[in-house]
């Protein structure tokens, strides 16, 4: 195990970065991920008792009226960020949204991570959402690490775990920690690295106490309820993966290649002191980001960002837009004057904020990996490089292929012009994608989203912001692909069966199909290669 350093103030940007751990949630609705978060922040002492998160997210919806999606579904719609500190070290949990209709953004926010930190639910394994954001960090080759929760209910045995990750995903699943007893007889884990047991016994009252007995594995195994069968069964279990973990390739981790994969139950805080000890020697510091030349931009070079995320109306008193910018180079100052890579603008950061949940903070530094909020601006748009001295672009955010669609025409004829530009602005906003109808007229577009309940987003912000009312109506599209600007290609893949070629709003060629079977079609004409999920 790499020594995590401590020892900040003295080494300037390299010891902060040292010091930084950005890292966001991957998993399924429901599997637990708010349960561990406010376990995280407990551990951190960011919070002090545990339900706040919840009252947060409670509080939230009372206190925000900024969209009316938010609080009529009683979903949280946006993400931010969870900054808690522990041990010398700056841990920046970058939140995502919940719910599964708006994983687009969840995508971006990986973007700006430097690691996942992947939530499974023991009887459901690896789920839907979880696999799609997955993907992302398999683009980005960044370390996943891996925690089954809900260990204390009945579910798969551990094995059947680590198979269910390595086929869902592709990847090595390494044992970190071993369950001891499942469902209703799990109370303890053992410490695959430290090759400790821990125990948690019952108290008094029969109720198992949260916090563990670290033991000699034979030992432990003794003072539990386990049986003598049981006993010999769990000796043969760890002969079988014993040196798994020290063993594991550090590249194939670093990579995402290879996953640790610890077990426990975030509710009841079993075998979370031994993963959370281990998350923070595990997740990786910053690292740099390769820029538009495909070079790795040092992170000690004078300050420089990119936004992965644009939030309008945030206060709906004014017409406003945060942007939140992942530090990637330097150090970020307020009051400091920097340029907005696109167009060349001088900009100063006046008030950049940190955002925790709905509280804000003035912010007066940031480093690598840090995320700076700053409000009104302007012509940002998702995935604008900021830099400070010598110049540097970005190109790191991709767009994703929509699996929703919808034709959008204007309910008044006379505000075409209003429905084009607000859609366009939306689509450089990145909240929705927009393409021209094959075969259209030019009156109507067609939109595609990655979550379905994005278009109500569109439709109330067109609806306030453009003073366009817009009908939606559906289509037979299921999936889109973007296509490589070669006519090649173009022309194949029109005389293949059944596709629909057209162009998005800035241009791009794309293809739209209305079944699975016309996209493997297609896949078989011109190969996976050139139909392309993402779009830089
Ligand atoms: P999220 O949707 O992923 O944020 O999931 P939550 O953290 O809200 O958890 C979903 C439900 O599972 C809640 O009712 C939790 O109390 C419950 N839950 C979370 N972790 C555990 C666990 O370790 N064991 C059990 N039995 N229930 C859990």
Redesign the pocket.
């Known amino acids: 195990m790499p020594e995590v350093q401590t020892k900040v103030k003295e080494n300037g940007i390299a010891g902060e970065v040292a010091s930084r751990r950005t890292f966001a949630i991957i998993?399924?609705?429901?599997?637990?991920?708010?349960?561990?978060?406010?376990k995280l922040l407990l551990y951190g002492g960011a919070i002090h008792e545990a339900g706040s998160i919840?009252q947060r997210k409670a509080a939230r919806h009372a206190a925000s009226d900024w969209m009316a999606i938010e609080q009529e579904r009683g979903i949280s719609v946006t993400s931010s960020v969870l900054r808690f500190e522990k041990d010398g070290i700056r841990y920046n949990l970058l939140d995502t949204p919940?719910h599964k209709d708006f994983s687009e953004d969840t995508f971006r926010t990986l973007i700006a991570a430097d690691c996942a930190l992947m939530?499974i639910?023991v009887a459901k394994g690896v789920e839907e959402q979880t696999e799609k954001l997955f993907e992302v960090c398999r683009l980005r080759k960044i370390p996943v690490i891996t925690f089954v929760?809900?260990?204390?209910?009945p579910g798969m045995e551990p094995l059947e775990v680590l198979s269910n990750i390595e086929e869902k995903l592709g990847v090595t699943a390494i044992p970190a920690s071993w369950p001891i007893g499942y469902g209703a007889d799990f109370q303890g884990v053992y410490d695959l690295i430290g090759k400790e047991l821990n125990l948690y016994k019952k108290n008094k009252h029969g109720a198992l106490k949260a916090d563990a007995e670290l033991l000699p594995l034979e030992q432990g195994l003794e003072e539990s309820t386990l049986g003598q069968a049981a006993r010999e069964a769990y000796f043969e279990e760890l002969e079988l993966i014993g040196d798994e973990f020290d063993a594991m390739d550090r590249g194939q981790f670093q990579n995402g290649e290879a996953s640790p994969v610890f077990f426990?139950?975030?509710?009841?805080n079993?075998g979370l002191d031994l993963f959370l000890n281990y998350f923070r020697e595990l997740a990786p510091a910053p690292k740099p980001y390769e820029n538009d030349k495909g070079e790795l931009h040092n992170l000690e070079k004078d300050f420089s960002g990119f936004v992965f995320k644009l939030q309008a109306n945030m206060n709906p008193e004014h017409r406003d837009c945060t942007a939140f910018v992942r530090v990637t180079s330097g150090m970020f100052k307020r009051g400091m004057e920097v340029k907005l890579a696109d167009n060349g603008r001088k900009l100063r950061m006046a008030t950049p904020h940190s955002l925790m949940g709905e509280e804000r903070k003035l912010l007066d530094t940031a480093y690598p990996g840090d995320i700076v909020a700053l409000f009104n601006p302007g012509d940002f748009r998702i995935g604008s490089t900021l830099y400070y001295g010598e110049p540097v672009n970005f190109d790191v955010i991709p767009l994703f292929s929509p699996e929703h669609f919808r034709k959008a025409t204007s309910k008044d004829p006379f505000k075409r012009k209003q429905l084009r530009e607000g859609l366009k602005q939306l689509s450089e906003e990145g909240v929705v994608n927009v393409f021209e109808v094959p075969g259209g007229v030019g009156n109507e577009l067609l939109l595609g989203t990655v979550g379905a309940l994005q278009f109500e987003v569109v439709e109330h912000r067109m609806k306030t912001e453009y003073k366009a009312e817009i009908n939606l109506t559906p289509t037979t599209y299921i999936a889109a692909r973007w296509l490589p600007d070669d006519e090649k290609v173009i022309a194949k893949l029109k005389a293949a069966y059944s596709t629909n070629v057209t162009f998005d709003i800035e241009g791009h060629p794309i293809v739209l199909f209305e079944s699975m079977y016309a996209l493997n079609t297609a896949v078989e004409a011109v190969g996976e290669e050139n139909l392309l999920r993402f779009k830089k």
Not at 149 to 153: A, S, T
């Open positions: 998993s399924h609705p429901d599997a637990g991920k708010t349960t561990l978060t406010e919840k919940g939530v639910d929760n809900k260990c204390d209910r426990g139950s975030a509710l009841n079993f």
